[in-house]
């Protein structure tokens, strides 16, 4: 009897179902070979007094502090009683822009497009305040060099960028010896984000700018990079090195500095247009994950859920996952007490990680994400997994007899649909458990084959692949 071996290999939604690849990579994360588990997010604060639409941090020496942005308050994460304190300052604010938090020396920075930018002094401040009598309004904000950079400027000037002086972020007005200044984008439309480092992105909703510092008297060149691609959805930005990852109006793209690249091109971008509520792409969210290699984007699906869409920048594969939480974003892990772990939970158990995980080590990346008024890591059970393969032909017609999957660490439950021509209806058989040898026995007919895996166990780490045994079957 032939044995066949199917690996899982990319997941690819916008092509045919009869080529090679996954019809289905649902709550795991792609990797170089195979797909591992998805944690799901579990409550890391007590409840705000709103919900919250963005996390940040500031680390600094041996200071690490978390905070949190809602429409009318900062908050600040209390790593003993894991409440969210409000430090904002006096009088609050308003808007419902999500907050955007950079870092920037020994000071936090934070704006929100309607209110100057905010400051926090790591490890002295009791209140965010305003930077300075002369600071911005502005809806984003990054650090290209030693200069603090904004854009989206006040209420009239959407296709406004402007900085700092040289590693002054308290000094906004030009003239004199300070190189503080600003450009209008003069084509693109509104700038929906800007991320900085060596040189900065200027992502405006039609075009990619670079601005490159050039000293005095320009201070910064702009060089227009693209033109007609652009970032089309405000807040679907991350960015991990150079690297810049953002959605424009005909699918995902990855930005050098130099060029700019498609990521999601006859893979996902259909697939998302297909499933995004267009209404809803305003609440979407984009983040990075350099433990995992993954860039990922929180959206609200037309059945009025949310998903998470994940890329692997080394691989360059993809996967999904449902998810609980409003947003994502990047943060630190806080410098969290014993009195503090009492308060997440009387079990161990129940924490949502385990004490040796690097969720409770000060200063370290932590993926995250809010839920409601909550911040929520990424750091609990493994979601129920489900891959599953394109349609397999063994010949014109045959019976799949027995799967053998191969997962580490694991086990799996199977199930298989087989049909005699594509346009038949999909149906899945009940899900076989495998045997304590790792096989699952079945027995399916038809032309084309579909198995969905399912990994089990506490521990899996990887579903590579599955051996399928089959034989011909003669016609009528």
């Known amino acids: 009897m032939p044995t066949q071996r199917i690996n899982f290999t990319e997941w690819l939604p916008d092509q045919p179902n009869i080529i090679d690849g996954l019809s289905d990579a649902k709550n795991v994360i792609p990797e170089a070979v195979g797909y ?10 007590q409840d705000a007094s709103e919900n919250i639409n963005n996390v940040g941090a500031g680390y600094y020496g041996s200071v690490t502090e978390v905070f949190a942005g ?15 304190d409000d430090v904002s300052k006096s009088g609050g604010y308003s808007g419902s822009t999500r907050w955007k938090f950079q870092q920037f020396g020994s000071r936090l920075l934070a704006t929100n497009g309607n209110q100057p930018v905010q400051v926090w002094d790591i490890g002295s401040s009791t209140a965010f305040a ?9 809806k984003y904000i990054t650090v290209v060099k030693d200069f603090v950079v904004v854009g989206n400027v006040g209420t009239t ?14 000094v906004w007005t030009t003239g004199g010896a300070s190189q503080a200044d600003y450009q209008l984008i003069p084509d693109g439309g509104n700038v929906n984000a800007v991320t900085g480092g060596e040189f900065g992105l200027v992502l405006c909703e039609r075009s990619v700018t670079r601005m490159t510092y050039v000293g005095s008297p320009l201070f910064f060149q702009f060089d227009v990079i693209s033109r007609n691609v652009g970032c089309s959805v405000p807040n679907s930005v991350a960015q991990f090195g150079s690297n810049t ?12 500095g130099e060029t700019i690249t498609p990521i999601g091109a006859e893979k996902v971008d259909r697939y998302f247009y297909k499933n995004a509520d267009p209404v809803g792409l305003s609440s979407m969210s984009a983040t990075s994950d350099p433990i995992n290699k993954l860039i990922i984007w929180d959206y609200l699906t037309i059945n009025n859920t949310r998903e998470l869409l994940i890329y692997n920048w080394q691989t360059q594969r993809w996967s999904r996952s449902d998810t609980i939480a409003d947003y994502v974003s990047s943060s630190a892990t806080p410098n969290v007490t014993l009195e503090g772990l009492d308060t997440y939970s009387s079990s161990i158990d129940t924490l949502p990680a385990s004490l040796d995980a690097r969720l409770w080590a000060g200063g370290k990346y932590s993926f995250v994400g809010t839920s409601g008024a909550k911040i929520v890591t990424f750091t609990g059970n493994n979601k129920t997994a489900e891959l599953v393969t394109n349609d397999l032909e063994f010949g014109y017609n045959s019976v799949v007899t027995l799967i053998r999957p191969t997962v580490n660490n694991g086990s799996a439950n199977v199930s298989i649909a087989s049909r005699r021509e594509l346009d038949d209806n999909i149906t899945y058989s ?8 790792g096989r699952c026995s079945v027995r399916s007919a038809g032309r084309y084959h579909r198995v969905k895996l399912t990994p089990t166990g506490n521990n899996w780490s990887h579903a590579v692949s599955v051996d399928i045994d089959h034989q011909p079957q003669g016609n009528r």
């Open 430 to 437: 009940s899900s076989v458990s495998a045997s304590s040898e």
């Open 245 to 256: 990852f953002f959605l424009s109006e005909d699918g995902f793209y990855m930005c050098n």
């Open 130 to 138: 305003d930077v300075s009598a002369d600071a911005p309004v502005a």
């Open 36 to 45: 591992g588990p998805m944690p799901s997010a579990a409550n890391f604060s």
């Open 70 to 84: 809602g429409s009318s308050k900062l908050f600040k994460f209390n790593s003993t009683t894991t409440a969210l």
């Open 157 to 170: 000037e959407p296709n406004k960028v402007q900085w700092s002086d040289l590693n002054d972020e308290t």
